[in-house]
């Protein structure tokens, strides 16, 4: 059995400073990011939101914000936190209803996801730009 | 092909009170289809005896000699060195207690192999013979009863890093999940009773580590989704 004074006197042997990060784990964490920006993202919205609804000022006002760097900068992220939340979320539902279960389909579909990621940040941030 | 293979293997000795370290040595390529354990082999038996690591069949078999080889669990002995990239960095296990060099202390590991009690439950008279299976049935536990508890899955799991006191972790959950998909075992109920909990069984967040890890080329992923589908259909 443990001894847990014995063990607490033992290093721990390192373990995210030195593994090696794989496309599923690159996924995983990166879901729970987008999730935390989305998240994040609710007071800006709801700032947004009373900011254009107060007055034709404030509206105007707000909508130059939207257009300055920060406010395309914050479009830009949440609008890729929602696409790829919602994608590897769908990834998610998928495996744990026992689709796309073998070790070749989550590995694949973790690559696949990470990608549409990639072309919709492109986009968006073209779209954005333009 | 390389003639010599550099290796920077974990060096710790908790008695002489120094810190962790990187030790670099030189290895001549042996043969073709040399593993990482040959390696080994060579520098405790021709370089520096006071390296510490475990090892037994050398096949794959027994899971004594999982280390985390260039940043990903693996078995030594089934390792090639041809593909690894050089200098191959050698570390023990992560997230675990290291006793000395790459050896760690696997009490814990165990301990949560013994919580989900790993032996069939059945309360039926046993049979004039054996308890039989149809092929059907067999071919159910194909990708769980091949586990060798090197425990590769569940110290590359970042939840287990974390909550691996209360998160029983893939390999004990892979190990539960044979139990629960075997036709003769007749406590499943009991068994999905004693998984149903906010950490021991959900703390996982399909990292996939364990899957990538396995050296077995098992899914503990997967087992975890079906224990957890498991515990889901007896809801509805």
């Known amino acids: ?130 | 092909m390389v003639d010599v293979i550099r290796l920077s293997v974990f060096r710790y000795d908790p008695e002489t009170g120094s810190k962790p370290s990187m030790q670099s040595y030189e290895v001549p390529f042996l043969r073709p289809g040399m593993k990482l354990l040959d390696a080994l082999n060579y520098i405790k038996w021709e370089l520096d005896g006071t390296l510490t690591y475990r090892r037994s069949c050398a096949e794959g078999v027994c899971g004594s000699d999982g280390l985390n080889i260039n940043g990903v669990n693996g078995l030594a002995c089934i390792t090639p060195i041809a593909g690894l990239k050089q200098p191959v960095h050698v570390r023990p296990l992560p997230g675990m207690h290291v006793i000395r060099d790459l050896v760690v202390d696997m009490d814990h590991f165990f301990d949560q192999y013994r919580q989900i009690q790993p032996w069939m439950k059945a309360t039926t008279p046993l049979p004039e013979h054996e308890r039989l299976q149809s092929p059907e049935d067999r071919a159910a536990l194909d990708g769980q009863y091949e586990c060798i508890l090197c425990g590769c899955c569940t110290t590359a799991c970042p939840s287990w890093w974390w909550n691996g006191d209360r998160f029983l972790g893939p390999a004990a959950l892979l190990q539960a999940n044979r139990w629960i998909v075997d036709s003769r075992d007749e406590a499943m109920g009991e068994r999905l009773d004693q998984l149903e909990d906010a950490f021991r069984l959900y703390r996982c967040h399909q990292i996939m580590n364990c899957m990538e890890a396995c050296p077995k080329e098992l899914n503990p992923t997967a087992a975890i989704d079906n224990i957890k589908r498991k515990i889901l259909a007896r809801k509805s």
């Open chain 1, 1 to 130: 059995m443990n001894d847990p004074g014995r063990l607490t006197r033992r290093s721990l042997s390192p373990r995210l400073s030195v593994y090696r990060w794989q496309p599923a784990m690159i996924a995983s964490l990166a879901h729970r990011v987008s999730g935390l920006i989305l998240v994040l993202f609710v007071p800006l919205y709801l700032w947004i939101l009373h900011g254009m609804t107060g007055s034709t000022d404030d509206f105007e006002r707000m909508q130059q914000w939207l257009h300055s760097g920060l406010g395309r900068l914050s479009l830009w992220f949440v609008g890729v936190a929602l696409f790829y939340h919602f994608c590897n979320g769908l990834r998610f539902l998928s495996i744990d209803a026992g689709w796309c279960e073998s070790r070749m389909m989550m590995r694949l579909s973790a690559r696949v996801v990470i990608a549409m990621a990639g072309v919709a940040a492109l986009l968006l941030a073209v779209l954005l730009l333009g």
